[in-house]
C-alpha cells in the first residue's frame, strides 16, 4: 500500500511542470559531465590517422597553439622544457603520450601472407610457451614484421607491447599492419636524460642560397628532429612495471641503452633479446654487463644472445 502511494506521489511531483524541468537540467548536466571526463581521459591516446582525438582539450590552448601542426594541438609543452626535467616527470611523461605514443590499432590485422618463421623466432616461441598476455618492447622494430619477434606473440597469444622505431619509413609501412600494440615513434636515448638529434644535419648547415639563382620557391631540403626518450620514459608513461619479453636492435647502441634501465622493482624485465650483437665489438662487454646485473645466457647464435634475469627462486 504505501510502496503504491510512494509511486503516485513521486508521479505528481513530477508531472509538474518546474521539478520536471529541474529534473531534465540536472540530468543534462550530469550526462554532460560524464562525457567530458570519459573523453579527457581517451583523448590522448587514440590514433590520430582515425581522427578520433577528442576536441575538448584544443579549446585549452592558446590561439597560438591552436594554429599550429594539427598533430600537436595536446600539447602544452615545448621541448626545450620537456628536456631539462627528470625524463619520468609527470610532464615529459604526458609529453611523451601526446607527441609520440599511437594508441593500439583497433582495425583488423592487415599483415599479408604470413612469414615462416625464422630460427630465432622458434626459440622465442619455446621460451614463451606458457605465457599467455605477456607484454613487449620492441626496439627498434623496422617495419614490424619482416624480423619480427615479437608480432607472433601479439598474433597468437594475445600480448600487448610497444614498438618503438623512429625511421619514417620503416614505420610508414609499420602503421599499416594495424598491430596491436603501441607505436612509439622515437629514438632511445643512450642515457637517463631526453635530447633531440638532428636528421640531415648536413643540409641544415648549408642551407641553399637561392637568393640570387632567380628561382622563386625552390623547394628546401626537408630536415626534422627525432626525439629520444630512455626506455623508462616509455615503459612509465604506459605505467609497466614488468617487460616479459625486451627485444633491442640497436646496433652498438645497446650497451648504453641497457645501462640506461633501473634493474629494480620499479621495472622487471625478465627476458631481453638482444639482436646483433656479435656483430659488434662490444659483444662480450654486454655479456659481463648483463651478468653483473643478474642474467645468465638462455640461447646465443652467432648474431644474437637472449638473457634471462636469474629468479630469486633459480
Ligand atoms: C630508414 O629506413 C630506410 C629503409 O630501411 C632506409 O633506407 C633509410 O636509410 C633509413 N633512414 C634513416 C635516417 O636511417
Ligand atoms: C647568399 O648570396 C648572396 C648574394 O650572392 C650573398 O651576398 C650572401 O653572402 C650569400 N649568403 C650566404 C650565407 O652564402
Redesign the pocket.
Known sequence: MTFVTICRQLFNTLTSPRHLILLLFLTSVLLYLLINQQQDKSCQYLRPDLGLRGNSERSKLSPQKRDSASENWLCENDFSEIMILPPTHKKALTYFKCRHLTAPSILRYNVGTWPAPNDLNKVVSTIFEKVKRGFFVDAYAGDGITDSNTLLLEVGDQWSGVVIEP?D??RSILVNLNRKAWLADVCLSPYVGVFQVQ?NMQKERNPPNNSNSGLINQPRMSSRTTECFPLVTITSALKVKRVNFMVLNLGTHVLNVLKTLPYDDTLQVDIILVKHLFGTMSGKEILTFMESKGYFVTHSSLLHAIFALKMPNQ
Open positions: 625511421n619509413t620503416q636528421n
